[in-house]
């Protein structure tokens, strides 16, 4: 079956590129929507796009009569990728605040697939902090920018803000496509978030883990194919419809239900911050104020050593939150619990790790290889994490196109 790809050409001088990018995408075997705004259909007519994708234009206008009632739900359903090229600082910052009040806007909104924009605009628009955080607030929700690229801008001004080459373009979708599916056919675990351990009916000890990193690498596994479940215990961030999540607050919890999936999955990635500590007596009533109390923990079960020893064929991926020697802690961890990777975060610093939605890690292989991508967001980093996940899955996909 065809790849479904939603073009979306909103209101810039360069919509006119789309044209050439809407065939090349119809060359590469792929069915293409085109979805146009209404100034987009000033600049080019919805007939050429018609013409050269074979398909009907979605515009911009309410449907007429006898026609589709909703194209933003029938076009939206099974598309693999979204591709707004060329995208104006108006459609960027419609996006970025949920604003649905055309046809591209509902269709951003209704799909759960991958996004690329691919900006165009005058250099002072585009550097308008407004449009910077628009373009940040969507990038932080996974959304993919290329460009805009430096050169001689229609109005004459020359500087950043010309849409990217057609060919650079096809390369992201490419990338999008092929990676949507390399963990096709692959069950995958992912847990996230903090664990509580109750004290009482009312307390806990918990930890300042929010799940967002966790979230991020299931949403990252799902875009591309896997069947992921999550176990989530407390989180502090959006989990979308599409995953499934199994809630499980304690560490004993968060066991039992990473046992009773592990012999059937192929991966186990332990994003969660769980708890090493539980209160042995929990109290069944409310302790009452006193001037100080004193709490018996003992140990909790350690997850991925009892995992360690029902391994089989199993990658199993680990996560360390460390406040000193972060690295050398992460290698003495990977280590002692036999994983393939572990991913180590510095949690002492307030603007990455917990909570936060940017991180920055080192993430080291059990070969012996070290990668310390630059500081990026959260679902930013998801993606190279799952693409060292996939080099480490047998058979893993190979793109024929
Ligand atoms: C000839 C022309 C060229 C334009 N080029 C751009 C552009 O490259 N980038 C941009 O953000 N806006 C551009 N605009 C302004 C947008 O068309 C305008 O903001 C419009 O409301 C965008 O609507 P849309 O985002 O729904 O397509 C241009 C306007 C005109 C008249």
């Not at 050439?20 to 100034?39: C, F, I, N, P």
């Not at 206008?61 to 099974?78: A, Q």
């Amino acid at each position: 079956m065809k790849d479904k790809v939603i073009l979306g050409v909103s209101g810039s001088i360069s919509a006119y590129k789309a044209a050439d990018l809407s065939m090349r995408m119809k060359e590469m075997g792929l069915e293409v929507h085109v979805v146009m705004t209404a100034a987009a259909e000033k600049l080019i007519t919805p007939l050429t796009f018609e013409a050269l994708t074979g398909n009907p234009v979605t515009c911009s206008g309410m449907p007429e009569p006898g026609k589709d009632p909703m194209p933003h739900i029938t076009v939206s359903r099974g598309a693999s990728l979204v591709v707004v090229a060329p995208a104006t600082a108006n459609v960027i910052g419609k996006a970025a605040n949920g604003i649905a009040d055309d046809s591209l806007t509902s269709i951003l909104l209704a799909s759960n697939a991958r996004v690329i924009f691919a900006p165009a605009m005058n250099t002072e628009m585009y550097n308008k902090p407004v449009v910077q955080e628009n373009i940040k607030k969507l990038q932080d929700q996974g959304g993919f920018f290329i460009g805009p690229t430096t050169g001689t801008l229609a109005c004459g001004d020359e500087g950043l803000g010309k849409l990217s080459d057609v060919d650079d373009i096809m390369v992201v979708v490419k990338k999008f496509l092929r990676l949507k599916r390399d963990l096709a056919g692959k069950k995958i675990i992912v847990s996230a978030g903090g664990t509580r351990e109750p004290i009482d009916p009312v307390r806990f000890l918990g930890n300042r883990s929010s799940g967002k990193m966790g979230v991020a690498i299931a949403n990252e596994a799902v875009k591309r194919g896997a069947d992921v479940t999550m176990i989530a215990g407390a989180l502090e961030t959006h989990v979308s419809d599409d995953l499934e999540v199994i809630r499980a607050f304690t560490a004993d919890a968060m066991l039992e239900e990473i046992e009773s999936r592990f012999p059937g999955c192929h991966c186990l990635i332990m994003a969660a911050a769980v708890g090493d500590y539980k209160v042995r007596n929990v109290a069944n009533n409310k302790i009452k104020k006193m001037d100080s109390l004193l709490l018996d923990l003992e140990k909790n079960t350690d997850i991925l050593s009892q995992m360690e020893k029902l391994r089989k064929e199993q990658i199993v991926v680990g996560f360390a939150a460390e406040t000193e020697r972060a690295v050398e802690n992460g290698k003495e961890k990977l280590l002692k619990k036999n994983l393939h990777m572990i991913v180590v975060n510095d949690v002492s610093r307030k603007d990455i790790g917990f909570g936060a939605d940017d991180n920055e890690v080192t993430i080291i292989m059990r070969s012996g290889d070290e990668i310390t991508p630059n500081k990026v967001p959260k679902a930013e980093l998801a993606e190279i994490i799952i693409d060292k996940v996939v080099e480490l899955l047998p058979g893993k996909f190979v793109d024929g196109r």
